[in-house]
Structures are given as C-alpha cells and as structure tokens.
C-alpha cells in the first residue's frame, strides 16, 4: 500500500532552520505532484508548497515565499522542505502529500506528519 513517511521535525528556536524529509513508498513517485501541508493549533490545514513531477515547476504559499524551498529526489522517492527563517507562526503538523493529477482538487495520498515547533 501507499505510504508517505515525514521526519525532520522537532523544536527550534526563531531564525533557525530545518529541513523536513516524506519518503514515500507504494508508488511510482516520478509521476506525482507532490506538496507540503501544514495545520497549525485550532487553525486549518493550509498549503505550504508544491513541485511538480520533474521537480522543475514549484509554488509557495506567500506566507513562506524567500523562506522555505521545496526540492524532490525522484532516485530516493523522497520531498524535502527546507525551512529558513522560522517564525513562531510556522509552528504547526507539517504533512506532505501526492497526487496523480496535478489539476484535481484533492490529494490523493497524505502522510501522517510530523511537528515543527518555533520558540521564541
């Protein structure tokens, strides 16, 4: 079955970085579209980046622009995310997640997550 794996989170402190790791499994990872989710206490879930296939096209949500970086190793089955410049309004449950059609409204496959808290 389908399995998308998160690591690389934990606590840093404001300014820091960290660089999250979702190693999937169960798929041919080279033709998804895969993203980076995130939900913050009481909040919804919001977008936090995508790249696509070739990993050549990426999106960042403006919350994150010139802060965070999306890349994809196609040969490791793996998305990274690395995380710059953290604010204490990025602390939530970061999860990634694929789809096969980069156009539909729903991911296909999500990960369980995994949690970045920011302290001041």
């Known amino acids: 079955q389908v399995q998308l794996v998160e690591s690389g989170g934990g606590l840093v402190q404001a300014g820091g970085s960290l660089r999250l790791s979702c190693t999937a499994s169960?798929?041919?990872?080279?033709?998804?579209?895969m993203a980076w989710f995130r939900q913050a206490p009481g909040k919804e879930r919001e977008f936090v980046a995508g790249?696509?296939?070739?990993?050549?096209?990426?999106h960042y949500a403006d919350s994150v622009k010139g802060r965070f970086t999306v890349s994809r190793d196609n040969t490791k089955n793996t998305v990274y995310l690395q995380m710059d410049g953290l604010k204490l309004e990025d602390t939530a449950v970061y999860s990634c997640?694929?789809?096969?059609?980069?156009?539909?409204?729903?991911?296909?496959?999500w990960g369980k997550g995994t949690l970045v808290t920011v302290s001041s």
């Open positions: 997640a694929a789809v096969r059609d980069a156009t539909a409204t729903r991911m296909d496959y």
């Open positions: 790249i696509s296939r070739t990993g050549t096209t990426t």
């Open positions: 169960g798929l041919t990872f080279s033709t998804y579209t």
